[in-house]
């Protein structure tokens, strides 16, 4: 290339630049309305989608061959109802470093306070707490598999109990969906809870004998038509109160009914102390658990019972378990001493 050549080339590259840099900004300018416009089209033919796709659901479930479940969307208002004297309750949920009591350690805490009324229907949520706790060991993979949780995401967590406290402070009850598990290790990281009454809806509600396949909280919204993200405590508290205040029973009572109905019975703690090694196997299909003897607790099978059911299991131990008559030790249980780590359960 020349030199006169190059030096016209030279001369002419700025403004050739400032030319295609001002015809891009201009072409930008006329596409920006454009984008604009596809988005709201876009908007519309969402809109326009899901219509179709809950008419297309509706068609489904009149046909026998098919059951559709649609997403739980979390609410906060349940009733209009008017009540004079609502009482408050919590529903709680842990996510933990594992299933055992004695090592598994709080990663997140969750708790939904709600209002309902005397007779067990609810009202409304209040308030809703969301935390996030960093164990003193990483979590184990799996966990973090099963619930997204990461070291990462808890790392410099932690959970004031002064804020538990104040949240929980005017609650009459604590519900979780497995307070033999969730109330122990709640109450280990946070004393405060040991001050309540609880309440289990998993083994408090019989949901078999109402129809449901099972009693874990996937099947329970799938007998409600439902889905929901599971294994993040937020979501599974959302989805039980869920499950609490739909109609249960003959009498279609809210389920929350029937399980305050249950909590508010006392119960008979039965020990079985120094039964027979081979009516181990006897005892625990009749119910009873095993209490290895921790926290001063006694070491032997035990099981709870109503009061009216009460000389009939100490007859049924006297002749099929011990063979002899027995006076056997007995402890009254009530919803502030159930599934507390000062009883094996």
Sequence with gaps: MSDDIAGRTRARG?????RRQSSAMAELR???????????????ENLS???QLED???HLEQSPDFKVLRRLQPRDVFSHRSCEQPQTGIVLDTE???LDLDKAEVIELAMLKFEYSPDGEILRVIDRFSELRQPANPIPLEISNLTGITDEMVAGRSIDPAVVEAFVADASIVIAHNARFDRPIAQRAWPVFKNFDWACSLDEIPWRESGYEGAKLAYLLMGAGLFAEAH???GDCQALLHILSLPFGAEGKPALSALLAHARQATIRIFAVNSPYDRKDLLKARGYRWSNGTNGLRRCWWRDVSERDLEAELAFLSA???LRPVDLPTQRITARER???SAPS
């Design 49 to 51: 989608m899901s219509v």
């Design 96 to 98: 933990t470093t594992g």
């Design 14 to 18: 700025p403004h050739n630049v400032d």
């Design 56 to 58: 297309f659901a509706r």
């Design 339 to 341: 599934y507390s780590t």
């Design 232 to 234: 993040r405590a937020i």
């Design 30 to 44: 006329r596409v920006e309305p454009r984008v604009e416009i596809d988005l709201h089209k876009l908007h519309r």
């Design 320 to 322: 099929s378990v011990f």
